[in-house]
Structure formats: C-alpha cells, structure tokens
C-alpha cells in the first residue's frame, strides 16, 4: 500500500494546465475539484456588495477577496480530499488560505509566457461537460462534441494580456511565497499533458 497525499494546490498562470490535470487528478484519486474560476463563472452574475463576478472576469480582473474566500473556504470544509486550481491569487487569499487548511502538495506548472498565449487563444471547452480542448493540440474524436466547443469571454487576446499583467504582479507573489516555506514543487508544465499527469500522480502517492 503506498499513503496518498488527499490536500493538493495546483499553481500556474493562466493556460498552464491547472484545470486540464486537476479534472483528471481529482478523478483519479477520487478528490474533490475546487475551482473559483469555475464558481465564478457558474454565479456570473450574482450579486455582491462588491458588484457581480462578471463585470472583474470579462476585464481580467480579480474578483475581490472577500467574494472567492468564502467559496473556498465552504468547499474546503465539505471536502475530504482536494485539488484547489485558481486560488490563492495573491499574497492576501494565501495568507486566508494557511489559517483554513494544511496542504500535502504544492506543485507549481511552470510554461513560458509564449505558450501561454498560445494555449489560451486556441482553448475550446465543451458546455456540457466542462472538457477542455485546443484547435491545435487536442480536439475531439465525436463530431457532436466539435460542434458544441465554445471559446471562453476571456479568452480573446486583450483579454488574455491582461490576465497574464495581472498574473505578474499579484500571483508571481503567491508562488514565492510557497517557495519560501519549501513546499514548492516545480513541474515542467511544457511536456505533454500525459507527462504532467504522471509527475503529478508521482508527487500524490
Ligand atoms: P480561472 O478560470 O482560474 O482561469 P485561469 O487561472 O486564468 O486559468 P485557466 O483556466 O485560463 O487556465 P488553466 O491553467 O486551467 O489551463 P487549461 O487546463 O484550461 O480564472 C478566470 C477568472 O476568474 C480570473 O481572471 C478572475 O477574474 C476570476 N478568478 C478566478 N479565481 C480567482 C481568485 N482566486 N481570486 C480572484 N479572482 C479569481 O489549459 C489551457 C489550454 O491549454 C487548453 O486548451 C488545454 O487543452 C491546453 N493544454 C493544457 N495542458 C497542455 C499541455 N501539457 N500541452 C499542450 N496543451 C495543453
């Protein structure tokens, strides 16, 4: 038998892979996926004392704190086991973050800014069952599958520049931050995502 690490946080920028390896870890090892950025795009436009989700998503934007601190922290507390993948962003949720929950794994997807233009530009995600696709890299096999992708609203290249500006200077930090405190694993988040996963698994069991 080998002990299994149940709290994983995946970092990266923008495009890295965090939501392509950690849908298929949490299936995997049987974890539950803790995303805001898919919490905020399922309550688009909910409203909050600091305005809806929608109107700091469609800029690029963080969603304030206090909006995406609460979502996690509910998650975390019905969770057994998680991968967390969009949070923490910044040196503020981090610091939220260490008072709510130990991790077992904190591994950082480490791809040049190039790729991730490219990879982002060129994502397709599949509505009905949140599966991710690239133009480029990987489509589906199933017609009906093709026909329904949508690219994401924040996904044109404006857009995209501006995460990544925002990536910089609030979640650089972050990954400093964990690097600090030796927890930080870096992965080569360049290799197929086959190779990712078989990194990751490692670092889980
Ligand atoms: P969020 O949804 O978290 O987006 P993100 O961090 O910008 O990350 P992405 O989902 O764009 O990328 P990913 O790393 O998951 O890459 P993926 O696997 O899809 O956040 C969106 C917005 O919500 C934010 O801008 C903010 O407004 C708000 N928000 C969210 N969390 C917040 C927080 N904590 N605080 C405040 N605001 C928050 O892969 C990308 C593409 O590459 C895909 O097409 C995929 O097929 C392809 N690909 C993946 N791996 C590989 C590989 N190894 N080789 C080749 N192609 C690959």
């Known amino acids: 038998t080998h002990e299994m690490s149940h709290r994983v946080l995946l970092l990266g920028a923008p495009g890295a ?63 057994d086991g998680f991968v967390l993948d969009g949070y923490p962003r910044n040196l503020s949720q981090a610091e939220y973050l260490s008072e709510i929950t130990e991790l077992d794994v904190v591994a950082y997807l480490d791809v040049s800014d190039e790729e991730l233009v490219r990879r982002l530009t060129g994502r397709r995600v599949d509505p009905e069952t949140g599966d991710i696709y690239h133009v480029e890299f990987d489509m589906p096999d199933d017609e009906a599958v093709r026909e329904r992708l949508e690219q994401r609203d924040d996904d044109t290249e404006d857009v995209v520049t501006e995460r990544l500006r925002v990536y910089e ?21 360049e290799a197929s995502p086959d190779k990712v996963f078989e990194r990751l698994s490692e670092l889980l069991e």
Request: glycine share 8%; proline share 5%; aromatic share 4%.
């Open 17 to 79: 892979g965090k939501g392509t390896q950690s849908k298929r870890l949490a299936a995997e090892y049987d974890l539950e996926h803790i995303t805001t950025g898919d919490a905020l795009r399922a309550n688009k436009d909910m409203e909050t004392e600091h305005g809806t989700p929608r109107e700091y998503m469609e800029a690029g934007e963080l969603v304030p704190d206090p909006v995406v601190n609460e979502i996690v922290e509910a998650a975390i507390s019905e969770a």
């Open 169 to 189: 200077e609030n979640t650089e930090p972050v990954i400093e931050f964990y690097r600090d405190q030796g927890e930080l694993v870096e992965v080569d988040g």
